[in-house]
């Protein structure tokens, strides 16, 4: 039996992704369950949108996405909640408070772990470093190098979580700063090829780390036309990445896309659009405590 997963799309309500002939002793046995939450480019969209008569209208909002968490996390007991990037810029709550209102809301919110998107350099790098003060979670990237800036030692390449027995590799890559933000804002800051560093950040997770589940927070785009890294090529050269929550490019999928992997194994990929609309949610099950059977996953309305 294959260490890792073998997913397999059925057509059921709300996007659920199954493996077929799941042994009976299986479904009778208690399995370690993940309930994984997550979001990308909220861009400081705290209210609702106006209700305006738009297609967004009184859709959203930081209160109602803090609601259907505390609702899902009073029902599942092993929840993660992360985001991938572009936390900032987008309405005047940024303009005002440059980004403490956001932390803060996303600390009260229970966040475990973010990504930098390239709008969270808006207001410059040491902006940056001073609304990480208010953060109660990491802000992870491994392809930044922040040597000789302000960030640096202010960021962490990965973490590792432990929810009820699972362990959970989740690191986050940043898409490239230039002709994106001006270059005093982000200054010193090396870009490294993110496909390198992704594979050996997911590499020393798996192996060295020994974690049951490897999670990319991804601020590279979910796929491209032209010649320009993506959340799609980094899951088809990938081994040991098997979830990547991404971000930047706004993308509402209705249900996770599967990419097979260098071992045709597939590697699920999701991002659910922008401005808080949707909260992404999967929920992973463990048989035997090691190998992932089982994905549901529903992209949530706020």
């Not at 408070?97 to 600390?107: I, P, Q, T």
């Not at 599967?258 to 099950?285: A, H, S, Y």
Request: aromatic letters at 8%; one cysteine or more.
């Amino acid at each position: 039996m294959n260490r890792r997963f073998f997913i397999r799309k059925a057509a059921v309500g709300g996007g659920l992704l199954m493996v077929p002939g799941l042994a009976s002793a299986n479904l009778l046995k208690p399995s370690p369950r993940l309930t994984i939450l997550h979001t990308n480019d909220w861009h400081s969209r705290i209210e609702p949108f106006p209700d305006d008569g738009g297609r967004n209208a009184n859709r959203g909002g930081a209160v109602r996405r803090m609601r259907l968490i505390q609702q899902i996390r009073a029902v599942e007991p092993n929840v993660i909640l992360l985001d991938s990037g572009d936390i900032f810029q987008g309405t005047p709550y940024f303009n005002f408070f440059a980004g403490e209102l956001e932390m803060k809301l996303m600390s009260q919110m229970g966040y475990d772990a973010s990504t930098i998107g390239n709008h969270d350099f808006d207001a410059g790098m040491e902006n940056l470093v001073t609304q990480l003060g208010h953060a109660d979670f990491p802000m992870l990237c491994a392809n930044y190098d922040f040597k000789g800036t302000p960030l640096e030692g202010k960021t962490m390449p990965y973490k590792v979580f432990k929810r009820g027995g699972i362990k959970i590799g989740v690191f986050g890559l940043g898409i490239e700063l230039k002709s994106l933000v001006p270059d005093e804002l982000y200054g010193k800051t090396e870009y490294q090829d993110p496909l390198e560093k992704g594979h050996a950040t997911a590499s020393l997770l798996r192996n060295q780390k020994k974690c049951d589940l490897v999670i990319c927070l991804s601020h590279l785009g979910y796929k491209y036309r032209e010649d320009k890294v993506d959340d799609v090529e980094l899951a088809a050269t990938s081994s040991d990445i098997d979830i990547i929550l991404g971000g930047h490019t706004h993308t509402f999928l209705d249900a996770p896309v599967e990419v097979p992997n260098l071992k045709g194994e597939p590697v699920i990929v999701n991002q659910v659009g922008f401005g808080g609309l949707r909260l992404g949610r999967m929920d992973v099950t463990f048989p035997g405590g090691k190998l992932r059977r089982c994905v549901a996953c529903n992209n949530l309305r706020v």
